[in-house]
């Protein structure tokens, strides 16, 4: 742990609440972006990308004014309301600004003001909004999981984080290769698929930040706590039949207990 010194934390949480207004949008535009590439995007959403159109009220559609985006004192300030219409602006925005900043706040105080404190805090983020996106549509974009892999072997090759390379690259190629092969076999017997090509690279790109031995520990969490999840939905009649949990948010928040406790204590956890 480092002595963090209140100006930097704060730097740390304001940076993070800004980088968390960024993360709406990715969370927003992402996923249709992914549709209209499959010509499946609503028709209303059709020519949109990361920066156009220009933020505006999704139900009086007027555009926001640069006071309207202020990430967290926006909202506070408008009292959660569209300045325009009074339509109420979901509670997920500021949500998802504090949480962010929160885990630049906490990847700071772990690592200080370093490089490493700036990869981790953009591995959080990353898997934050694939979370989100996993759990909302069922898709985790490459824009986001290849990203995720290519930064891993960079903060890797940099000494940004503390995995020699080669584990790195071994992580990335056991990551996606072992996941395929389930989902494979799993398909061969039940002619069913259970899970979509973006596990496997969200998988390989979590190799490509862990190695591939705290890959072992990693799918086992998810695994349980993704079923754990799933009987729970089942037994409160709120997973519809044909329908399935996500497992994106399992793997990533299996990965951060894993960097946060170390692959060992999730060993334990597991009576291996
Ligand atoms: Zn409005």
């Not at 972006?33 to 499959?38: D, F, G, N, R, S």
Request: include cysteine; glycine fraction near 8%.
């Amino acid at each position: 742990m480092n002595e963090l010194s209140f100006p930097s934390g704060l730097l740390a949480l304001t940076f993070g609440v800004v980088v968390g207004s960024f993360v709406n949008v990715l969370i927003h535009r992402l996923p249709l972006m992914v549709m209209q590439a499959h010509e499946a995007a609503p028709e209303s959403e059709v020519g949109l990308d990361i920066c156009q159109p220009a933020s505006h009220c999704p139900n009086c559609h007027t555009p926001l004014r640069a006071w309207h985006l202020l990430p967290l004192l926006s909202y506070v300030w408008l009292k959660g309301r569209c300045n325009f219409c009074q339509h109420p602006i979901g509670v997920i925005y500021p949500l998802i600004e504090t949480v962010t900043g929160l885990l630049w706040l906490a990847c700071a105080w772990r690592w200080g003001l370093t490089p490493s404190a700036l990869s981790w805090a953009c591995f959080a983020t990353s898997l934050l909004a694939l979370s989100v996106i996993d759990w909302q549509t069922t898709l985790l974009p490459d824009a986001l999981t290849q990203t995720l892999l290519w930064t891993g072997l960079i903060a890797s090759s940099m000494r940004w984080i503390a995995l020699p390379l080669d584990e790195a690259v071994w992580g990335a190629a056991v990551g996606y290769t072992s996941l395929w092969l389930v989902a494979f076999v799993f398909e061969q017997i039940t002619h069913q698929e259970g899970m979509g090509a973006g596990d496997f690279k969200l998988f390989a790109a979590l190799g490509a930040w862990l190695g591939p031995v705290p890959l072992i520990p990693l799918v086992f969490l998810a695994s349980m706590s993704g079923m754990l999840v799933g009987i729970a939905l089942k037994a409160r009649g709120q997973l519809h039949e044909g329908r399935y949990v996500p497992f994106g948010p399992f793997l990533a928040m299996a990965a951060g207990l894993l960097v946060v406790f170390g692959p060992n204590t999730a060993l334990q956890w597991l009576g291996l």
